[in-house]
């Protein structure tokens, strides 16, 4: 399963007033907070496999300069925005895609948890508040009133099967409100699931002050929580040469004269880094999540194991600080191939890659690694409860 957040960001916001569209404001009195599209990036962070911003076109240059987000132009209208976004990912393996506005900014975790949960057993889910208050008809004055009955208040995430959004979308014609309008047109149930106050659009003037304070009442929160819970796990593994013309270091294919031994891909480094976040906490190790009495894990690649380990760590509330792996090895060399490593594996655990360290040293011609009969690997995880 993967899992995509397509933000939509092409909007001009012009309610909201300001030179600037409402999702490249900061949120706060400095210039220097982070800005409406920064919250709400953030959000999603610890749920998804990756996130696509559809920004308009005259927005190019401050969508490139977001980290770790995948930039669409977007379109003349929001559906429009959203069909293109939905194009641009297809064939690149998401199986869900979860379409949020940029100007909910505050969607809290709890929101798209719902909706994750309701897609385990759905096509389509979105969130929505029921209506409570007296419903009237009118223009100046009321002319009839309204059952609230079975009306809600939409708001997003909205979830989806992506191949089934993606159909539904190309054969919509005209304007939609949302993504729940396209997919019904399809025929497509979506369930309803819980939202939240917290989750509404940033649209006037004033919502910036009423977002400013959710996040002061938040930050507040925190503070009284009690202290950060800090963990630290270390891991170390060994993989031996045999015959063969790569290995697998780290997510990053090397060529070599030889390769590493291993029940799986023997990524030595992804494994004494698994090992060090299932440490942390105090989880075991990956041969306790994964036997290799079990013939299905045989020749299966490592991300697996750090993609499991990692999503554990966040169903128990925890994110990673930082992590560190240092290769023990004569040959190959590392240096050159040390920046794609960080980068495969920021991109495997959804974190930025200035959190993950990989670096190599040789053990001076000294015991098995030095003797080139195998590779070893030590690595330590930081991982943070706030």
């Known amino acids: 399963m993967t899992v995509t957040a397509l933000i939509v960001a092409a909007g001009r916001g012009t309610r909201a007033g300001g030179d600037t569209p409402k999702q490249w404001r900061s949120l706060g009195a400095d210039p220097a907070c982070p800005r409406v599209i920064d919250h709400t990036i953030a959000a999603f962070r610890p749920f998804v496999d990756s996130i696509a911003i559809v920004h308009h076109a005259d927005d190019t240059e401050l969508a490139s300069q977001l980290d770790d987000v995948i930039c669409i132009t977007g379109g003349a209208s929001r559906s429009d925005s959203v069909r293109l976004g939905l194009e641009a990912l297809q064939g690149s393996g998401v199986t869900q895609v979860l379409i949020h506005d940029a100007a909910r900014a505050l969607v809290p975790a709890s929101v798209i948890e719902n909706v994750l ?36 208040r939409a708001q997003t995430p909205q979830g989806f099967d992506f191949e089934t959004i993606l159909s539904a979308h190309a054969a919509f014609q005209g304007a939609a409100n949302d993504d729940v309008e396209v997919a019904r047109a399809a025929g497509v149930s979506v369930a309803i699931c819980e939202g939240h106050e917290d989750n509404f659009k940033i649209t006037h003037a004033h919502d910036f002050k009423r977002a400013e304070d959710v996040l002061s ?13 800090i963990r630290l796990g270390n891991g170390y593994d060994v993989h031996r040469f045999g015959a063969g013309d790569h290995v697998w270091l780290c997510g990053v294919k090397v060529p070599h004269n030889r390769c590493l031994q291993g029940h799986s891909d023997a990524d030595v480094g992804m494994h ?9 906490l105090a989880e075991g190790d990956i041969g306790q999540h994964f036997p290799p009495s079990d013939m ?6 490592s991300d697996i194991f750090l993609r499991h380990a990692i999503a554990l760590a966040r169903s128990k509330g925890f994110e990673l ?47 098995f690694t030095g003797r080139e009969e195998g590779i070893a690997s030590i690595a330590t995880a930081t991982l943070i409860k706030r």
Request: glycine letters at 10%; aromatic letters at 4%.
């Open 117 to 152: 949960d309701a897609l385990k057993t759905h096509a389509g889910a979105a969130p929505a508040l029921a209506v409570t208050d007296a419903l009237w008809r009118g223009t100046d004055h009321v002319d009839g009133t309204q059952d609230r009955a079975g009306i809600w």
């Open 321 to 367: 600080g930082n992590c560190d792996v240092t290769l023990v090895c004569e040959h190959p060399k590392i240096g050159p191939q040390a920046a794609a490593m960080r980068a495969a594996l920021a991109d495997i655990m959804s974190v930025e890659v200035d959190r993950v360290s990989v670096k190599a040293t040789t053990s001076e011609r000294l015991g």
């Open 272 to 280: 004494a880094l698994t090992d060090a976040i299932y440490g942390a």
């Open 296 to 301: 299905q894990w045989k020749g299966a690649a």
């Open 217 to 229: 009442v938040r930050d507040k929160n925190k503070k009284d929580s009690g202290p950060m819970d």
